[in-house]
């Protein structure tokens, strides 16, 4: 195979392939849960007698908390992301209440939104858990402070959010869970990277000159290799390397 890269330039490009797949499937995950979030929450909410009108915002939220529930969930091992994703109903749940009571007050709204984008990033020093559950809990606060939820309200929110949980949690940990394969493909498609590159670097000291043509090739796929290292080195954690080599 090495051969055969090295031979044909075209097979090393066809090789070296786009190691964003794991980036791809976390997106269609997130979509997944989302769409499935907002169109059980409504048929929930239909089902039950609820006004389709009043039932959309509480879908809205359960969308986004089935969404963040994929997204936001960045802990090294696949208990602590559990753990985080069950932990995001509680704090998105506190998001809606505090937005609700503190409706009718911008000052405070805006210093308890202030307070939670702080926390989220100085907190991560103790562990990036806390980023997730004070990044959800602003955009619920955000959420409710706008629509000035009332008390009554609320229930059919906190409904909404645990059903986008539990769609986060399903997607996540249940139906989709072949992380450690994902990696040892995009790190197989950074050596074909790697390879092809290096190739390139020898074609040029080879030859006494390197043409423009050469210059901007090599200069794109060594920018394109430094982004498939971020890529991989995103998505490196304890669980999928244990898979991925054992010991």
């Known amino acids: 195979m090495k051969q055969l890269q090295t ?3 075209w097979i090393g490009r066809l090789l070296a392939s786009d190691p964003g797949l794991i980036r791809f499937q976390k997106a269609g995950r997130a979509t997944l849960s ?5 169109f059980t929450t409504l048929l929930l909410m239909q089902l039950t007698g609820s006004d389709a009108a009043l039932a959309l915002t509480p879908a809205i939220v359960s969308g986004m908390a089935g969404m963040l529930g994929i997204m936001i969930v960045m802990d090294d091992s696949k208990k602590g992301k559990m753990l985080t994703t069950g932990l995001l109903g509680f704090s998105a749940m506190a998001g809606v209440s505090i937005g609700s009571l503190l ?11 202030a307070a939670l984008i702080f926390s989220s990033f100085y907190l991560t020093r103790f562990g990036v858990r806390y980023f997730s559950l004070c990044m959800i809990a602003f955009m619920t606060l955000y959420f409710s402070s706008i629509l000035h939820l009332s008390v009554s309200q609320l229930p059919s929110f906190y409904f909404g959010i645990w059903i986008g949980v539990g769609y986060a949690f399903l997607f996540n940990f249940i139906l989709f869970q072949n992380t450690g394969k994902n990696l040892k493909k995009s790190i197989r498609s950074f050596h074909f990277q790697s390879n092809f590159t290096f190739n390139l670097l020898i074609e040029g000291i080879q030859n006494e000159r390197m043409t423009t043509h ?10 394109k290799l430094r982004d498939y290292a971020v890529i991989v080195s ?14």
């Open 7 to 9: 031979k044909h330039r």
């Open 34 to 38: 989302l769409m499935a979030s907002v």
């Open 103 to 113: 409706a009718e007050s911008t000052i405070f709204t805006d210093i308890s939104m």
């Open 214 to 223: 050469q210059r901007e090739e090599l200069r794109r796929n060594v920018q």
């Open 234 to 247: 995103e998505y490196i954690n304890e669980d999928d390397v244990q898979k991925f080599g054992p010991g």
